[in-house]
């Protein structure tokens, strides 16, 4: 199994600046990389996809990178609607996908 | 619009079993690979099970395996997960997943989530 291991567990940011978000694998997931966003009582949403790509209707200060193990998500300039906990997942290593334990993004 | 809504959480006893629903609409069901994924209370994201679109194969994660069955209704749109055999660390948020809007396998729709809690 692919362990995908984020840090910090915990960000404090003040509104207007900037996040840096970290997941490493186990062992290469090529860019087969999603990161994705959960608020408390709501489901996931699905942010990136491909490492870098942004999903449908994710705003633009929202950016990933990366490829093999080491992956970086980017929020550049922090709105209120943007803390919340941010989890990474693998799918290279069909059939099992794995998640990272989560990166909450706090307000400093 | 693209929806998952799933049903059938609830309390059971340790042992006991449930089955779970999700009710797909907004997109061809029988098109796409269905997952399960779960939430502990204050923890993270654990893959459960997965299902391809017709049905053919099916996948499950270790913790899971030998008690827990996805299946679907193609006909119906719904898919299920039955669980037997329940133990108190199953205790969870239970959302149905897929991928249908962008061409990638990232799940980029998720149900609301329905909450099983084993307890005695």
């Known amino acids: 199994e692919i362990v995908m291991t984020q840090s910090p567990a915990t960000l404090s940011v003040s509104p207007g600046e900037r996040a840096t978000l970290s997941c490493r694998a186990s062992?290469?997931?090529?860019?087969?990389l999603a990161w994705y966003q959960q608020k408390p009582g709501q489901a996931p949403r699905l942010l990136i996809y491909g490492a870098s790509t942004r999903a449908t209707g994710i705003p633009a200060r929202f950016s990933g990178s990366g490829s093999g193990t080491e992956f970086t998500l980017t929020i550049s300039s922090l709105q209120s609607e943007d803390f919340a906990v941010y989890y990474c997942q693998q799918y290279n290593n069909w059939p099992r996908w794995t998640f990272g334990q989560g990166t909450k993004v706090e307000i400093k | 619009q693209v929806q998952l809504v799933e049903s059938g959480g609830g309390v059971v006893q340790p042992g006991g079993s449930l089955r779970l629903s999700c009710a797909a609409s907004?997109?061809?069901?029988?098109?796409?690979?269905m997952h399960w994924v779960r939430q502990a209370p204050g923890k993270g994201l654990e893959w459960v099970a997965f299902?391809?679109?017709?049905?053919?194969?099916?996948y499950y994660a270790d913790s899971v395996k030998g008690r827990f069955t996805i299946s679907r209704d193609n006909s119906k749109n719904t898919l299920y997960l039955q669980m037997n055999s329940l133990r108190a660390e199953d205790t969870a948020v239970y959302y149905c997943?897929?991928?249908?809007?962008?061409?990638?396998?990232?799940?980029?729709?998720w149900g609301q989530g329905t909450m099983v809690t084993v307890s005695s």
């Open positions: 997943a897929s991928r249908v809007i962008n061409p990638n396998d990232a799940f980029d729709i």
């Open positions: 299902i391809r679109y017709d049905g053919s194969n099916k």
């Open positions: 907004g997109f061809t069901f029988s098109s796409y690979g």
């Open positions: 062992q290469s997931v090529s860019s087969n």
